[in-house]
């Protein structure tokens, strides 16, 4: 059972990136995924989250408008499209898999991926 983030790197201030989260060794599908992320110094923050069922997203405000979680079940693959980046979202992002996006949103995932780097600087 794994998940796998992938998509970071460094961008200049209002750049773009696209972070996956790939998951083997289980049905992706049955699962909420959510996106996290951690800066230096600071605790790890819930940023978004898509439901299984329905594909219901949901967002932290301070990304809202920008940031964009989707996912492709046939691809056991999530995304999260980070837009109009901000020195301010620079962190690890991780991904995080649990049946219950609610659990998701206070920071609880029965699986959790590896972070990738998201450096937002000029």
């Known amino acids: 059972v794994q998940l796998q983030a992938s998509g970071g790197g460094l961008v200049q201030p209002g750049g773009s990136l696209t972070l996956s989260c790939a998951a083997s060794?289980?049905?992706?599908?049955?699962?909420?995924v959510g996106w996290f992320r951690q800066a230096p110094g600071k605790e790890r923050e819930w940023v978004s989250c898509?439901?299984?069922?329905?594909?219901?997203?949901y967002y932290v405000d301070s990304v809202k408008g920008r940031f964009t979680i989707s996912r492709d079940n046939t691809k056991s693959t999530v995304y999260l499209q980070v837009n109009s980046l901000k020195p301010t979202d620079t962190a690890v992002y991780y991904c995080?898999?649990?049946?219950?996006?609610?659990?998701?949103?206070?920071?609880?995932?029965?699986?959790w991926g590896q972070g990738t780097q998201v450096t937002v600087s000029s």
């Open positions: 898509i439901s299984s069922s329905d594909g219901k997203t």
């Open positions: 995080g898999a649990d049946r219950s996006p609610y659990r998701l949103r206070v920071g609880i995932a029965d699986y």
């Open positions: 060794g289980f049905t992706l599908g049955y699962y909420a």
